[in-house]
């Protein structure tokens, strides 16, 4: 509220002092033009209009030497949206150096015009967009209502700036854009310059190349029927990303001569009394210690000189003096910034202004040398052999000079008198930011949950948090971080208070919450189950949600950006969990999810980490298919019963049902091993004696010896003897018919008691040397295959899990076909095989 107390009252006092002033001029169309005819019978495609009206034309002649900027356009309105819409004319201007003429105002109507220029009522509006901002320009807007504007009417109008900022000195920089909001059929753009200039032109996304002329003693660089494309209002891009078509002209040659014009409107003069008073009280501070003082320095411009900008003429890019902003308190980026320069210098500590770009960053290195390609100014510091990017503009900022981040500007231009080119940024150190998420479900469905969330912030995330906690009251923090998670889990209240712990020395600040989640638990109605479902918002928040994955345009990045996120569950059960951790990492971000439980604690944790500011074009096919991947790990339902899980559960946890059908099982695939153990291939009688068992077939022995201990330790560790997983496959929602499932469960452990069984069969045909025995071990063979691989399928298909074992459960199944291939054949055709299995069964009488 007193901000906005503060902003309203200067905007009223600077517009006392300069509205008496302004008005709007009128003279006849200037006698510089060049020639050009447009023709007025073309009409645009009527499915392109969209607001009622288009333009008919839009001509732009700049005459540099003049310094004098027409224009020229002609309405045409179609239907009543384009009375609503194109009845109304506004030409922005800085009245400080700039001078705006209006040189027509007609309304074309039935062959006749209906000049409204004399009678022409401007409203002169103060702009100031930036206000907000804490920036004032004073920048106008003639604004014109037009009356009486019919469907069909052609409006006309044609005006001049003359003037340009005195702070360049003449020299031209510009950019030419070509830009259509709504159909144009005649569009014509060109720039007069002398000859004698040396000028460079840089042509983006397409735009065409001007013809050059010579005309009347001048060169005229000219665009004529030019192809208008339509803007593209995508989401998520890059803040350095322009999609418009334009041309770059500029004049200056190369970074050393934008560098040595900022030498000369940054001059740096002697520290007056009062700030050669501050500086000696800061260096009595410091105690000789050079890091202190820069850092007793930087404190100082940061937070006690409050950031406001009064931009007016040359003042958009020259700096007030140094006294005068520690006298006023209050200066924009380069006022902070030179005042820092001077403050360091006078204790002998290398310190330049830089210009820094902090919407294209790095892609400054992009455009044409000229000094409007930066929008800030920092400082470059040079201490102790290492370099410091020092931003005088960020309040708050924390935490030993070692540690500070720099800001993530990537390019500069360093204001001194050998400065040839742009200087690399290059990040050192970064921040981090610590998310725990706590949730305690109750054992009740009547009883609340507890919320409790722990935020630690580290490094630049420390310091914009400071700043933000800073400036918002408690109250409409709380209401603002309530109303988050009430979002998200409903009838939702605070517990307790935020509370804050900032530790300035190490630069971390911590938030702690504390809420009371009512209803935590939502009854199921189509299966009379309790449901809590988990949603990793604040992961979720920061990713780019795109779907297109022909996309044209590089999707933004959060960066630099370190994520650790984690929800933590105290469950009133044990419960059941089947997550697959998912891993991504590539040139621009990595990701890391993974849930595990302890007892009836399950952790859900997240790591996102970016490398890069945006995700380019090549890589948006993938970028589709990992973020499908991690937003499918943003929720997880949990559901139970709490009277399955609670009276009505055994004691222990072994599922005495899988147990009791397990020996039942066992006792009748015993009873069928003995009935077939009575089978001979040939009835009995007069039999040669067997070969003893020797040779190869010792290998088999002692195969056939470990088998049976090998199935029962698979039966031992099947899940279906545990009840807390029996109980727990009645809590998932993944897994579709639960009864089915479990009926699954119980044939798996079924056919392992009688692969079980069937192994002991073998083990005493193979020594009792029976004649069985070949048959019956490529049965088994056959059998094991078979259940092998028909128990990896059902358990993919019930649990929808992916094999990250495939090369094991290969291997499961190739191993006893390649027995029964090595051993069949081996008892069948071999002498010792033929001459050893040959003993029928006896009766007890023989």
Sequence with gaps: M???????SLLLILTAITTTAQKVNTSP???????YTPDLTKTPNAKNISDGYYLLLLEEQRHAELKSNYQHFIRKIISEAGIQNGSE????????YEKLTFHKIVIHRDGKEINLLPGAAFKLLQKEQDLSRFIYSGTYTAFLILEDVRKGDQIEYAYSINGDNPIFNGKLDSRIYFVAYEPIVNYYKNLIISPERHIRFKLYNNASSPVQKNWNGFTIYEWNKVDVR????SSYVPSWYNPFTRVQVSEYASWKEVAAWGMKINQMPAPGAALAGKIAALKKAANGDKAAYLLHALRFVQ?????????????SHRPNHPDKVLAQRFGDCKDKALLLCSMLRANDITANMAYVNTDIKGGVSDVLPSPNAFNHAIVQVLLDGKTYWLDGTMSYQRGQLAGFCEPNYQQALVITDTTTQLTAIKPVTRGKINVREIFTL???ETK???LDVITAYHRDEADAQRAELAGTSMKDKEKSYLNFYKKLYGDVTIEEGISTQDSATANIVRVNESYLVHHIWKRDSSTNKLLFSTNAQCFYDILSNITDDQRKIPVTLRYPYDLDYQIVLHTPTEWT???TPVNIKNDYYTFDYAAEKDGKTVTLSYHFKTFSDHIPVKYIPQYVKELKQMNETTSMDLTWQPDLAGSRRPEGKVNWLAVALALLSAAAFAQLATVYYKHSVAPAGDTPDPLPIGGGLALLAIGLVFTPLGEVTGICKMSVFNYSYWIGITNRQDIGNITVVQLFLIMEMIISVFMLAYSVLLAVLFFNRRDTFPVSLATFYFITTLFIYADNALNQYFFKTENAQGLISVNSILWPLLRMAIWIPYLLTSERGKTTFIVPYRSPQH
């Design 577 to 579: 969990l089947d997550q």
């Design 303 to 315: 937070d006690d000189i409050r950031y406001m900008g009064i931009e007016m003429g040359e003042y």
């Design 2 to 8: 007193h901000t906005q107390k503060f902003v309203l």
């Design 442 to 444: 109750p054992a009740e």
């Design 448 to 450: 609340d949950g507890k």
């Design 89 to 96: 004319i506004s030409v922005d201007y800085d009245p400080q």
């Design 29 to 35: 169309t200037p006698a510089w033009l060049a020639p």
């Design 230 to 233: 339509e803007t593209d209002n």
